[in-house]
């Protein structure tokens, strides 16, 4: 299950994301991981997810998040869903081909390995690829 959170700044996408988090923290049984861009969100999420900022990993591109996500799997098969906020600042990428081909691997990961994801962007949902729009 690939779940994406998009609107314009300032809409309460963080804050959503943050509900979310902490309500799989306390329902899931498996780990929750939470990527972020910057480290913002330490005091509001349950001490037992996962926070990781991805700038501490230099992780710029769709490749390395890909190579980043499943070396986590690989360390930890008892993931259960991993939350990614803020994806095109982490990858500097906009709604185009790229981010929807990222969108349906996480996809065919989760269906592989049992994982769920949920990311957030920035922008107007209206200028969502086709294949991002399955995801909203």
């Not at 690939?2 to 049984?29: D, H, P, Q, Y």
């Not at 480290?39 to 997810?49: G, K, N």
């Not at 690989?74 to 981010?99: C, M, R, W």
């Amino acid at each position: 299950m690939v779940r994406l959170i998009m609107g314009e700044k300032g809409t309460g996408k963080t804050k959503k994301l943050i509900e979310m988090i902490n309500a799989a923290a306390a329902t899931e049984s498996g780990s929750v991981v939470c990527i972020e861009a910057k480290d913002t969100m330490t005091f509001d999420i349950h001490y037992h997810v996962r926070l990781i900022s991805a700038g501490e990993y230099q992780i710029s591109s769709y490749e390395a998040l890909r190579g980043f996500i499943s070396g986590l799997y690989a360390g930890n098969y008892d993931t259960s869903h991993i939350f990614i906020d803020n994806l095109f600042k982490i990858v500097g990428g906009e709604p185009n081909q790229d981010a929807e081909n990222f969108l349906a691997w996480l996809d065919r990961f989760s269906n592989a390995h049992g994982v769920k994801f949920t990311a957030s962007v920035s922008g107007d949902p209206s200028l969502a690829t086709d294949g991002m729009q399955k995801y909203l």
